[in-house]
């Protein structure tokens, strides 16, 4: 059945995650249409390449009539009164593809004023191709981006802060407006109160460059990035081209040894399954170091927030100086993927940690490697081949193929490494937690007083840098907390006279628990495709192909205690190119994704049919062979099309006995096809490769020693003329030990049309296995007003009453329904009133309580008390209340508004009021002799011998007797309607 479809998987959190998916009618394309453009073009670009293609989905070019549209729209677009120009500025070019399927043009930007404000800044193409002989028509959009940046200079993996006699490492980037590196290319770097100094970029428009930091004594120095000078205009009606700059403002940091640590950072992304040199630049005084000469490095490697990696590091003194560089080395794996945070740190005998850290981007990739490929990658329809797998011993694979048009005409997000790491749940720490319950870290060490100095009657204020990073930043930053009693925090200044030791101020201060953190201490760390090559095929006499499948293959395939695994397919019948991956898990390396391969399905000589998604029986439609002619000669073809009593077809051109075909050539031959029968009618269509002398002009024929033949069949889909109506009937069959026959009626009227006529059916072992199929529609969280949050609890009773007495009842259902009850129930208690009735907003809006609401109310909690636990009091409170609204005569009187009538169904009057309320008294349940209900029951028995009554009324009438155990009352009421129940067609119904 046509429509949109939800695909709901629940995870064990109970969350659930949805995927839409459409079912519709549809014809698969068969070619791709590209448009080739810049993603960006600049406002200096005088010229703009378009190219259009056709490519068919077996990968030969599309032969065609091209038309492609370029347009520019105006921001604020008229009226339509003032017609299309008012919209956009567009230029109309067309032309015949090329050997290649390609048509290209260069399209002069004048018109498009691309100086000029007041247009959108996007250059659109809306583009055509009318496939040769055939007349099928596909579209491809593209755009360009117009941007009044010529080129944009960014410093990329630089540090924020510098550590003077240590060298700053940096690296910018010069990219184009649209972000393309312009190499070769001079940029200054200069730095304030120092020089500057010209670098040329590389093959990738960056440069790198080391700054001397031994001559910085200033708190943070700002760092300039230049390409060309800016050009400072401004007219509101025109733009103009920018070179943008780039800009770092760096901090000192602080140590009070002068001794610093300094990981060299690395632009490239790191590969997985390799190792990687990492360097690390240190300055060691003797004030650090004092008479040690062995000195201890620890390193740690952090990535998704858990620390993977630890080691260590000895620089011996005596062998080595205390300036210079030592190497780490870092084994790059899944496990440290996408970003890994390293740290190196030492304690120096003064007590002061000497520390660094700095981050590297790493592949994404995963320790279950998947690969997936396909031997042969190319060949004949319905030939064997194999499905290859190589990933961990024991995997669990689950393997899809596709054809290439399904993803051409409704492209799909495909499982990717960058897809499947943003569903990671940790992706890292950043900074300490914040929240209020939560105590920020405060140093230990007393504050030092700022003290005045005056000289000569002038008071001179102490210069103190506040914003300088330490060691104990660096930590925070990575998210790692620290136990120690070393120095990691430079001193903090007092900002008045008086001041309290932290420790005093942290004596009285409760205790709380943080977010999500890791831990280090001061000391040491220990740190727990198979390829083939198509041969040449066997020349075949015929191909008969009839299997067109869309996904081919499905399944789930288990990989061999060698990491092996060979799956035999037969390639389908369809020419085409054939999608397939593959995701695995493992219990020993988890999760893994291959890349997409592919299938071509090919053979050199073959025909392709162009028919419709369905056709109208009697209607005459035009049914299109196309014979494609690959071959590396001319040949003489013949075509026909096998006659059937399910249609009449008839030639559009004379019929002719052969067809010339030349290499790469093609020949359409159309049939007026008018089909006689209905339902899936099969098309047999026939190419045969002649043995033929006669020339094909002045090419030389080549006759195939035993001639090639290629036959389609394929199905179209006959649907009957008029209008099409459906009936359905529904009984309900209760067997009790002996079997139960029911007849149908099947009886159709007189003008149906011939033929048409279908009838299906369907049966389920239980009156409720639709609606059980469908259990997250009926068990919902109550929210809303008082009507709304009652209609979604009230269901939640039912379907744990049914379910319990059916024995259907899951632990994970009841639990679900129990917390939607509790939560119910609770919000209800908003919008009751003092006096104990219940009303849609409560008692803050003014409106007196509902009748009918305070009753349904009142029957709900009632029956929830099996379940959750309610108060007996509001029962009672609401119970109290109703007999407040009954009269003399025993009927209840209706007071307060509802929002939504639709709730009360037919209860729209005093008798059937007074039905529904003695319903919810009697379900309580509250005996017979209870006043309240004898006194309703007198006004129903009243009512009942009333002839005007509805048959809702009675109905509701009926129940309440049926409750009461009053069944003479009861079986009148039940004959009265069954005399007004109309019966038709084998069911039964009533009017209102």
């Known amino acids: 059945m046509q429509g949109t ?47 259009v293609c056709g490519l068919y989905t077996f990968g030969k070019p599309v032969p065609g009539l091209v038309s492609f549209r370029v347009c520019r729209k105006f921001e604020h677009a008229a009226t339509t009164c003032y017609g299309e120009e008012a919209k956009a500025v567009c230029d109309e070019f067309s032309g015949q593809t090329d050997n290649n399927g390609c048509i290209s043009e260069m399209v002069k930007t004048k018109l498009f004023q691309l100086k000029r404000s007041g247009y959108e800044n996007k250059l659109r193409v809306e583009a055509k191709i009318k496939e040769e002989e055939t007349g099928v028509e596909l579209t491809g959009t593209s755009f360009s981006e117009i941007t009044t940046t010529i080129s944009k200079i960014t410093f990329e993996h630089s540090d924020s802060y510098y550590k003077p006699g240590i060298p700053f490492f940096g690296q910018v980037k010069l990219v184009d407006g649209s972000g393309a590196p312009i190499v070769n290319e001079i940029v200054r770097i200069s730095f304030q109160g120092g020089e500057q100094n010209n670098y040329t970029t590389n093959e990738e428009g960056r ?72 360097r690390v630049h240190y300055i060691l005084t003797p004030e650090a170091t004092e008479e040690k000469k062995k000195i201890a490095f620890y390193y740690l490697v952090m990535a998704k927030g858990i620390i993977k990696r630890a080691g260590t590091h000895i620089l011996d003194l005596d062998q080595e100086s205390a300036n210079g560089v030592f190497l780490l080395q870092l084994p790059v794996q899944a496990d440290i993927a996408p970003v890994a945070e390293v740290l190196v740190y030492t304690t120096a005998p003064s007590r002061q940690v000497i520390a660094d850290s700095t981050k590297f981007n790493v592949e994404k990739c995963f320790s279950n490697k998947v690969d997936l490929s396909f031997s042969p990658s190319e060949g004949l329809p319905s030939s064997d081949a194999h499905l290859l797998f190589r990933a961990s011993p024991n995997s669990l694979c689950a393997v899809r193929a596709v054809d290439k048009s399904v993803l051409l ?235 059937s009593a399910h249609f009449l077809a008839a030639p559009v051109e004379k019929d002719e006995e052969s067809h010339c075909l030349c290499e790469n050539g093609r020949k359409t031959v159309a049939w007026l096809v008018t089909p006689r029968s209905l339902g899936q009618v099969e098309f047999l269509v026939s190419t045969e490769a002649l043995q033929n002398q006669q020339p094909c002009g002045n090419a030389i024929v080549e006759t195939p020693e035993k001639g090639r033949k290629d036959t389609v069949i394929r199905q179209l889909l006959v649907e009957p003329e008029g209008v099409e109506k459906e009936t359905t009937q529904n009984f309900v069959l209760c067997v009790k030990g002996v079997p139960v026959k029911e007849k149908f009626s099947l009886l159709l009227p007189s003008n149906v049309v011939q033929d048409s006529g279908r009838a299906y059916f369907s049966v ?65 208690l908003n919008y009751k009133h003092p006096d104990g009735s219940y009303s849609t907003f409560g008692l803050r809006y003014g409106q007196p309580g509902n009748t009918w609401l305070t009753a349904f109310v009142l029957k709900s909690f009632a029956q929830a008390r099996r379940y959750i636990f ?85 109905a509701l009438m009926a129940y309440t007797f049926a409750l009461a155990g009053k069944e003479e009352k009861r079986k009148a009421l039940l004959s009265s309607l069954e005399k007004e129940a109309v019966k038709k067609d084998g069911s039964v119904h009533w009017q209102r």
């Open 5 to 51: 479809y939800t695909v709901v998987a629940q995870k064990a959190s109970g969350r659930t995650i949805r995927h839409p998916f459409s079912v519709e009618e549809y014809v698969l394309p068969k070619f791709e249409v590209t448009v080739k453009m810049p993603k960006v073009i600049t406002i200096l670009d005088e010229k703009l390449k378009v190219t």
């Open 207 to 278: 440069a790198r460059f080391a700054l001397n930091t031994s001559m910085f004594f200033f708190d943070s120095v700002g760092i300039q990035a230049t390409h060309k000078a800016r050009r400072y205009c401004y007219d509101r009606n025109w733009v103009v081209p920018r070179h943008e700059e780039g800009y770092l403002q760096l901090k000192r940091f602080y140590s009070p040894s002068n001794s610093f640590l300094k990981i060299e950072p690395k632009p490239e992304t790191l590969s997985c399954g390799f190792s990687t040199e990492v």
């Open 409 to 643: 005409m409704k492209p799909e997000a495909d499982l990717s490494p960058s897809s499947v790491y943003n569903l990671l749940p940790g992706k890292g720490l950043h900074d300490y937690p914040y929240s209020p319950d939560i105590l920020s870290e405060e140093s230990l060490e007393n504050c030092i007083p700022l003290k005045k100095i005056v000289l000569n009657g002038i008071t001179y204020s102490p210069v103190v840098e506040m914003d300088e990073d330490d060691t104990y930043s660096i930590l925070k930053k990575m998210g790692l907390k620290v136990f120690t009693n070393t120095k990691v925090r430079k001193p903090q200044y007092c900002s008045t006279g008086i001041y309290v030791p932290a420790a005093a101020r942290l004596e009285s201060a409760p205790l709380s628990s943080g977010g999500r953190m890791s831990a280090m201490r001061t000391g040491g760390l220990q740190a727990d495709r198979l390829h083939a090559t198509l041969s040449t095929p066997e020349e075949v006499t015929e191909t008969v192909r009839k299997y067109f499948p869309e996904t081919w293959i499905w399944s789930l395939v288990s990989i061999s205690s060698d990491g092996n695994a060979d799956l035999n397919v037969t390639i389908p019948d369809t020419i085409t190119e054939w999608k397939a991956n593959a995701f695995c898990t493992s219990a020993d390396t988890g999760f893994g994704l291959s890349p997409t391969v592919s299938l071509r399905a090919f053979q050199p000589f073959f025909v392709e049919l162009t028919m419709p998604y369905s056709v109208v029986r009697g209607e005459s439609f035009m049914l299109k062979a196309t014979v494609f002619n690959y071959l590396t000669a001319c040949i003489r073809i013949s075509m026909t099309l096998a006659q």
């Open 764 to 828: 389920l072992g239980d009156i409720m296995g639709t609606a059980m199929q469908n259990l997250h529609q009926l068990l919902q969280m109550p929210f809303g007003c008082g009507e709304q949050n009652m209609v979604l609890f009230a269901p939640n009773i039912y379907v744990l009453d049914y379910l319990n007495k059916t024995e259907q009842l899951s632990e994970e259902v009841k639990s679900k329904a129990i917390g939607y009850l509790v939560s119910g129930y609770q919000r209800q």
């Open 870 to 954: 309610i108060d007996e009091k509001h029962i009672q409170d609401a119970l109290v209340w109703l007999s407040y609204k009954q009269k003399e005569n025993g009927c209840f009187h209706s007071s307060g508004t509802l929002l939504n009538n639709v709730m009360k169904g037919g209860v729209d009057n005093e008798v059937s009021l007074t039905a529904y309320i003695t319903i919810a008294l009697l379900e309580i349940p509250l005996p017979v002799t209870h006043s309240v209900v004898r006194n309703a029951l007198f006004c129903l028995e009243t009512a009942a011998d009333e002839k005007e009554n509805h048959v809702y009324t009675k």
